[in-house]
């Protein structure tokens, strides 16, 4: 059995992109591929349990192709608030060290490939003894580390995180940049490739950076806040590539309405909402799409606007706050891939594909 062991070199480098881009991508080459988050610091609640929100995404995956997996083997271990004291008061490194490898063992069965994602770079987990390095040499996997764009700062840390695995004598495989800007891609490409090279590290892929992995859905906004669903439910999974705040006159807005906007006025702006319902109402401007509308000050319209909104598909929400506070929260959400984020998923699949070198991954497995 193979195993890839993906980690990075700071946070939101995008390691659930790779690997779901792997996986894809892997599983015409590998009959049976089975995914593992031994530690996970994101977490939701599932049937009771704190689970990964990553192995949320990649366990409805699996589910598309047929295959069921316990969603707490996929993360068996959540650092919910507290763990990290918890354990610095009575530590039990032997209690997870078991629960990892007990997960490993049962989704590992059978299966030809696992890829195994890390959580943060090579020392995270270091205060309760499971750092990334040590992770991967307990499951014997193999090391590919993902940095964001650039060169010196990646070059840098890349070789910092090298020699922590090197440390636990885990072998790097080679590693990925990941999220460079398309207008420097051809330079970074070129030169983090010589630089890394003198390192004898092996570049593995570089990927551009895709602006569309960065749009939030409506859904994720309104699972994320205590915004209120007042209508358009089937218009959740838009994504959101601009956010227009009401605060200028209808005409002058219109200039700002492009393709998946979501406009944050005040419940009493009536006529931002109509502008905005004009521009979904006039499907000649193809270029114009409302992804959503969120009310601030817990203000709502005349009902006969309400009515009209109703006809369409465009989602509404509710929010207590004011305007500046609800457009300050939308913006600095974390946004991950979801498992109904069907666009997404897609093109992560294909810029894998064009960009990593499988091939090269498969050869020094």
Same mark, same amino acid.
């Not at 991508?25 to 990553?54: C, S, T």
């Not at 390095?133 to 964001?148: D, M, N, R, W």
């Given at each position: 059995?193979?195993?890839?062991?993906?980690?990075?070199?700071?946070?939101?480098?995008?390691?659930?992109?790779?690997?779901?881009?792997?996986?894809?991508?892997?599983?015409?080459?590998?009959?049976?591929?089975?995914?593992?988050?031994?530690?996970?610091?994101?977490?939701?609640?599932?049937?009771?349990?704190?689970?990964?929100?990553?192995?949320?995404?990649?366990?409805?995956?699996?589910?598309?192709?047929?295959?069921?997996?316990?969603?707490?083997?996929?993360?068996?271990?959540?650092?919910?608030?507290?763990?990290?004291?918890?354990?610095?008061?009575?530590?039990?490194?032997?209690?997870?060290?078991?629960?990892?490898?007990?997960?490993?063992?049962?989704?590992?069965?059978?299966?030809?490939l696992m890829v195994?994602?890390g959580t943060g770079?090579?020392?995270?987990?270091?205060?309760?003894?499971?750092?990334?390095?040590?992770?991967?040499?307990?499951?014997?996997?193999?090391?590919?580390?993902?940095?964001?764009?650039?060169?010196?700062?990646?070059?840098?840390?890349?070789?910092?995180?090298?020699?922590?695995?090197?440390?636990?004598?885990?072998?790097?495989?080679?590693?990925?940049?990941?999220?460079?800007?398309?207008?420097?891609?051809?330079?970074?490409?070129?030169? *983090? &490739?010589?630089?890394?090279?003198? +390192?004898?590290?092996? $570049?593995?892929?570089? @990927?551009?950076?895709?602006?569309? %992995?960065?749009?939030?859905?409506?859904?994720?906004?309104?699972?994320?806040?205590?915004?209120?669903?007042?209508?358009?439910?089937?218009?959740?999974?838009?994504?959101?590539?601009?956010?227009?705040?009401?605060?200028?006159?209808?005409?002058?807005?219109?200039?700002?309405?492009?393709?998946?906007?979501?406009?944050?006025?005040?419940?009493?702006?009536?006529?931002?909402?109509?502008?905005?319902?004009?521009c979904y109402f006039?499907?000649?401007?193809?270029?114009?799409?409302?992804?959503?509308?969120?009310?601030?000050?817990?203000?709502?319209?005349?009902?006969?606007?309400?009515?009209?909104?109703?006809?369409?598909?465009?989602?509404?929400?509710?929010?207590?706050?004011?305007?500046?506070?609800?457009?300050?929260?939308?913006?600095?959400?974390?946004?991950? *891939? &979801?498992?109904?984020?069907?666009? +997404?998923?897609?093109? $992560?699949?294909?810029? @894998?594909?064009?960009?990593?070198? %499988?091939?090269?991954?498969?050869?020094?497995?």
């Amino acid at each position: 059995m193979k195993k890839i062991f993906l980690a990075a070199t700071k946070q939101n480098s995008g390691k659930t992109t790779v690997a779901l881009g792997l996986i894809f991508n892997l599983k015409e080459r590998f009959k049976k591929i089975g995914f593992i988050k031994p530690i996970g610091q994101r977490y939701l609640e599932e049937g009771g349990d704190k689970v990964d929100e990553d192995s949320v995404l990649m366990e409805r995956f699996f589910e598309s192709l047929g295959i069921r997996y316990a969603l707490k083997d996929m993360s068996p271990i959540a650092v919910e608030k507290g763990f990290t004291e918890r354990f610095i008061l009575n530590p039990d490194k032997q209690r997870l060290t078991s629960l990892i490898k007990k997960s490993f063992s049962r989704i590992a069965k059978d299966k030809d490939l696992m890829v195994i994602e890390g959580t943060g770079h090579a020392a995270v987990g270091s205060v309760f003894d499971h750092s990334n390095a040590y992770v991967a040499k307990l499951l014997g996997a193999k090391v590919i580390l993902i940095s964001s764009g650039g060169i010196g700062r990646p070059i840098d840390e890349i070789v910092l995180n090298k020699s922590l695995f090197e440390k636990e004598k885990v072998q790097l495989l080679g590693v990925i940049i990941n999220k460079v800007l398309p207008e420097k891609f051809p330079r970074v490409n070129r030169m *983090i &490739r010589r630089g890394l090279e003198r +390192k004898g590290i092996d $570049v593995l892929g570089v @990927i551009p950076y895709l602006p569309l %992995l960065s749009y939030p859905s409506v859904e994720q906004i309104l699972d994320e806040t205590n915004f209120k669903l007042l209508s358009g439910r089937e218009g959740l999974n838009n994504l959101v590539k601009k956010i227009v705040v009401g605060a200028m006159e209808p005409h002058n807005a219109l200039n700002y309405f492009v393709d998946r906007t979501l406009l944050i006025t005040p419940g009493d702006r009536e006529d931002m909402i109509l502008a905005s319902l004009g521009c979904y109402f006039a499907r000649s401007a193809k270029e114009v799409h409302i992804s959503g509308i969120v009310l601030t000050g817990n203000l709502l319209p005349h009902k006969t606007i309400m009515n009209l909104v109703k006809q369409t598909k465009i989602p509404i929400l509710l929010a207590e706050g004011d305007t500046y506070s609800v457009a300050s929260c939308i913006h600095d959400l974390m946004v991950k *891939i &979801r498992p109904k984020d069907k666009e +997404k998923i897609e093109a $992560v699949k294909r810029i @894998i594909n064009k960009h990593v070198d %499988l091939d090269r991954i498969i050869k020094k497995l």
